[in-house]
């Protein structure tokens, strides 16, 4: 019977957590008056071109896959550029290793809006201003920190007789990195990767600032900007299809994937 | 390494070295310059005026009441957040038969919980900006459904509710990480410890106080610590969904928000520089106490 | 999808990034070297007031907004036609600002820009530093349409003052915006409703509006500027140019003047009786705009943008009309047709552009009473060219605003302190917020303005501007 007023709690956190997400999926199939009149009440019938509108004329298809290709370029930068650094920092002893170690990870403890303002002035004037791909490098640069602070134990932890063993058969430096301490690093580089991936999908600030063409907008980015902008016509069903088009992939990949994000994510805190 | 292979090393580095300069370490340089400036973008030459714009601050009544919003976030966020973690971990851990296994559906709920984790802030902004609408959203019409009219609230535009009200979705938005956290942290507990508890008869309460908050405690500091952090930002929920933003009158704005608002609207670069500057050391003075705070509790419990 | 590969200028520019960070590392971000110099002149003729040279290429950067870029166009074909040969680059943009700000550091900004839109450029920080062209040149060439009437002549009351910093004319703006009061004609024919001319009467109607069921008023709480604007013109309806000046000049007690207290006092007492629609406090733009085009609320307060803003939402057979902000007492010192109304979407000529001359006579063309007409008719606002709209078929918003602004006359009020000092404005507009709240009384709302405007006047790091 004590169990009762617990899972009383459970299912309410449950309800607070699912039930506006629902919510929003639901209104995306309804029209704007009855959002505006009955938000409990169900589509009287289900309005699925909310979702084309939403796709074409609300733009976001497009800011869907500038953040597509935003991430994914930063995304595998930042994994290439990170173990790299960090494989060159964890196994190759020379004379400022430390130095250049905390200089990388020093910054992860920066707040973002100290750099902002000239960070602007930048990577206006490299003029990277709003392109993709100042946003990549930016992305891939505010991210390494981390990256290398991660992997770096990793690497550290690897076994050293394989790599001697290819030494020793004539492997090159780089050959022994990308072909067996790289594999060897996986499950590493897929939690960072995943804790990467949400970082740098969900990124708001850095966009905001840095990237200020429409037509480039990320998906964050171009939702918020739908949400507060004069002149924007009031389409709230297609704003909400948006909304829906723009948490429906994640969700759906979090769910297949569940365990390994779970452990990603929170891989960085845990250690 | 038997070879010595500085070759390689220059290789691997400098890509990543060479972005960390340019984009990291060098906007974080000039910051405290420009602090030092009147500089508004604009006109050829910055001005030097030491510290004015930090004595300015002191008078700025909108960032005197950021930094007010940023401390009572920074004092209710982590606790709030920890607190609901905790509980909703130990709950799907020891729900079950008398503490001893999960409840059931414990996975189906770590699932869901997780969920706003997934959405980026700007989505979950414009999410509750709808939810809180007076008129047609989520809360209010769920409140007038349920016949409670007179609970009904304008949860954005009243100073009294507004900062809560973002609070509160900063909370939803979190809760879920740190729970995750929180159980694979309580997954590597030895099971006899509790079993021994429990041969003693002790409560849960007292199960939970004696033994899970103790070992979970570097990991709470964790949390503590980035929660914080989350804490002193707050800018795109702010931003995106308040009356103003940073309204009604200030009752929401932070420090974000007044650097961005002097930077990019005003063109005060300078001074949103020294806003920055500022928020550092806020944020350095924070870390330094809570891991500081955090080493004497935990001689405490050891 | 226009955009969405990395282009091969965006490659070379990485090629840039890696290969010259070092020194870049060392270029401070305010750094900027000298310019080409502004451009030559060629011959002047009747036909060439400012001896634009043959063949000099003419390059035209504009806000791409809400009412797009093609009236801009029009008048490129026209400059093409007088100047053959010449050739011009246009481009539609939407972050003026963050796209130019780094030409005009490096002394490289384009011949003509409409420094417009949310992220426009901070035109007294150019202006101050020397970077635009002073226009009474242009001001006092013949126009395009008669050349015995000069530029100047043409254009509305306020518009030359708009545009000035420091007593020169810096930038001509475009668009001519009203603010007022809108309604639905059609809901205030049916109901039997007339447009209040006085408070008293506004008072006494929206006492018979709340009696059917609509609420009176609502407004974009989310932005309280909304209301700032009819605030503020009733404060000058009552106290007139003097008390206009004075707020723009900090002056001391000009918050505290009867005529703003007054205003104050009128607003929250619409609040005070209920006549505000419940929630609009926490309303967006578009979230009150709609609950006032589905007919809930008899007024709402807004600019001359409103009709194309809501055009896809508009109910047909609304009849959207802009009414003016009814005189608060009978001893008011303007007009009861008296008009909050200033220019916007402002035109300029950097000083250091390659082509002053041909930057000069292409603004020449733009304000020609075609230029405006194909602006009116495409983007469905007013012009700042006066008489633009004569003999068109106007539409029933634009129709109001135009009729508003001709009897208007010369007594059309805008406030230069609002874009002078965008800290006092946040103010102002947190303060306006709370007044019709209620949770600030109109004599603390008019001290803590006043306040306000003392502590800027004192501040010596804030630049200072005077209105004559």
């Given amino acids: 019977m004590r169990r009762i007023p617990l899972h009383l709690a459970l299912l309410g956190w449950t309800l607070v957590t699912g039930f506006p997400l629902l919510w929003a999926a639901i209104s995306a199939l309804k029209t704007d008056r009855e959002i505006l009149t009955s938000p409990w009440s169900l589509p009287e019938s289900p309005q699925w071109t909310n979702f084309a509108r939403a796709w074409t004329e609300a733009d976001i298809g497009r800011y869907f896959l500038n953040s597509v290709l935003v991430v994914g370029g930063a995304l595998g930068l930042t994994m290439l550029l990170g173990a790299l650094a960090a494989y060159a920092l964890a196994r190759y002893p020379f004379r400022g290793n430390r130095f250049v170690y905390y200089l990388f990870v020093a910054s992860m403890f920066f707040p973002t809006f100290l750099a902002l303002v000239p960070l602007f002035f930048t990577v206006q004037q490299l003029g990277l201003l709003g392109t993709h791909l100042g946003l990549i490098l930016v992305y891939t640069a505010f991210a390494t920190p981390f990256t290398i602070f991660f992997l770096h134990a990793f690497f ?14 004539g492997c090159s430096h780089a050959g022994v990195f990308f072909r067996i301490m790289l594999p060897m690093a996986r499950p590493g580089l897929i939690s960072v990767a995943i804790f990467n991936f949400l970082g740098l999908w969900n990124q708001y600030l850095l966009p905001l600032v840095l990237n200020p063409d429409p037509d480039n907008y990320v998906l964050a980015q171009g939702l918020a900007a739908l949400s507060t902008s004069q002149g924007y016509r009031g389409d709230w069903s297609g704003l909400f299809a948006g909304l829906t088009i723009a948490m429906l992939p994640v969700l759906a990949a979090y769910v297949v994937f569940q365990r390994q994000i779970q452990a990603g994510a929170t891989a960085g805190a845990l250690r | 390494m038997r070879r010595r292979g500085l070759g390689f090393v220059a290789c691997a580095l400098l890509p990543a070295l060479l972005l960390h300069v340019v984009f990291v370490l060098s906007p974080y340089a000039q910051a405290f310059y420009l602090s ?154 030895p099971r006899e410890f509790y079993e021994a508890a429990l041969l003693d008869g002790a409560g849960q309460w007292t199960t939970f106080r004696r033994i899970t908050l103790p070992l979970l405690w570097d990991n709470v500091q964790v949390a503590f610590v980035y929660l914080g952090m989350a804490a002193l930002d707050g800018f795109a929920l702010v931003q995106i969904m308040t009356v ?40 350095l003075v924070f870390a330094v106490l809570a891991l500081r705070a955090g080493r004497r509790e935990r001689v405490e419990l050891a | 999808m226009t955009r969405t590969n990395i282009s091969r200028r965006d490659l070379l520019r990485a090629a840039a990034v890696l290969g010259m960070s070092a020194p870049l590392l060392g270029a401070c971000v305010t750094g900027g070297g000298p310019g080409a110099g502004p451009g030559q002149r060629g011959e002047r003729s009747a036909g060439n007031p400012f001896g634009v040279k043959a063949g000099s290429p003419l390059e035209v950067v504009v806000f791409k907004g809400g009412y797009g870029d093609d009236y801009v166009k029009a008048a490129e074909e026209v400059y093409r036609r007088q100047h053959q040969g010449s050739a011009i680059e246009h481009r539609g943009i939407q972050q003026v600002g963050d796209t130019l700000r780094p030409r005009f550091v490096a002394n490289t900004p384009p011949d003509v820009v409409d ?30 349409d008669d050349p015995n009437v000069t530029v100047r002549n043409t254009l509305l009351p306020g518009v030359v003052e708009d545009g000035e910093r420091d007593g020169v004319c810096v930038h001509l703006n475009y668009t001519f915006t009203v603010w007022g009061l809108w309604y639905s004609k059609s809901l205030f024919d049916r109901q039997g409703w007339t447009y209040p001319a006085t408070w008293e009467a506004m008072l006494a109607l929206c006492a018979e509006i709340k009696k059917t069921g609509i609420a009176p008023w609502t407004y974009q709480g989310k932005y309280p500027d909304y209301v700032t604007d009819p605030l503020l013109t009733m404060a000058a309806k009552s106290g007139g140019m003097d008390l206009i000046r004075a707020l723009d000049n900090l002056e001391p007690g000009a918050w505290r003047h009867e005529a703003v207290r007054g205003a104050a006092e009128a607003f929250a007492e619409l609040a005070g009786r209920g006549y505000f629609m419940p929630g609009s406090e926490a309303l967006s733009h578009t979230e009150a705009q709609a609950a006032w085009c589905q007919g809930k609320a008899a007024f709402i307060p807004s600019g001359s943008w409103l009709e194309s803003e809501q055009r896809d939402v508009t109910p047909p057979g609304f009849e959207m009309t802009l009414g003016v902000l009814p005189a608060r007492t009978t001893a008011d010192k303007l007009k009861p047709t008296a008009l909050e109304a200033s220019s916007t979407e402002s035109y300029l000529v950097p000083a250091q552009a390659k082509n002053i001359a041909g930057g000069l006579d292409f603004l020449r063309m733009l304000f020609s009473r075609n230029a405006c007409r194909e602006f009116a008719r495409t983007a469905g606002t007013l012009p700042s060219v006066a008489g633009a709209t004569d003999g068109l078929t106007l539409s029933s918003g634009l129709g109001s605003v135009s009729a508003a602004v001709r009897a208007a006359g010369t007594e059309l009020i805008s406030f230069r302190h609002r874009g002078w000092y965008p800290q006092l404005r946040k103010a102002t507009d947190d303060a306006v917020g709370e007044l019709i709240t209620r949770r600030l009384t109109p004599a603390a709302f008019a001290d803590r303005l006043q306040l306000a405007a003392d502590a800027l006047a004192k501040d010596s790091s804030v630049k200072k501007y005077t209105r004559r």
């Fill in chain 2, 244 to 283: 103003g933003p940073g309204g009604p009158d200030g009752a929401t704005e932070v420090i974000g928000l007044s650097l961005y608002r002097n930077a990019f609207t005003f063109s005060r670069f300078g001074y949103a520089a020294a806003m920055g500057v500022a928020l550092f050391f806020g944020t």
């Fill in chain 3, 115 to 144: 420094n417009t839109g949310a992220g426009a450029l901070d035109i007294s920080a150019l202006a101050a530093a020397g970077q635009l062209t002073n226009l009474a040149e242009l001001l006092d060439a013949p126009s395009w």
């Fill in chain 1, 156 to 169: 550290r932890g690897l076994p050293s007789a394989v790599a001697e063993a290819a030494f020793l058969d």
């Fill in chain 2, 36 to 189: 030092l400036t009147d500089w508004n973008g604009v006109a050829g030459q910055a001005r030097f005026v030491g510290l004015d714009n930090f004595r300015q601050l002191g008078s700025d009544p909108l960032f005197l009441a950021a930094v007010r919003n940023n401390l009572v976030l920074l004092l209710t966020l982590p606790l709030g957040t920890i607190a609901l973690g905790l509980f909703l971990a130990t709950a799907l851990k020891f729900g079950s038969r008398g503490g001893r296994s999960g409840v059931r559906g414990a996975r189906f709920y770590s699932i869901v919980f997780f969920f706003p984790q997934l959405l980026s802030v700007a989505i979950v902004a414009v999410l509750w900006g709808f939810a809180y609408n007076p008129n047609s959203g989520l809360i209010n019409g769920g409140l007038r459904a349920l016949g409670l009219d007179g609970l009904a609230r304008s949860w954005l535009a009243e100073p009294g509710l507004a900062l809560f009200a973002v609070l509160a979705v900063l909370i939803w938005s979190g809760v879920g990480f740190y729970l995750v956290l929180f159980s694979a942290a309580m997954d590597a507990i």
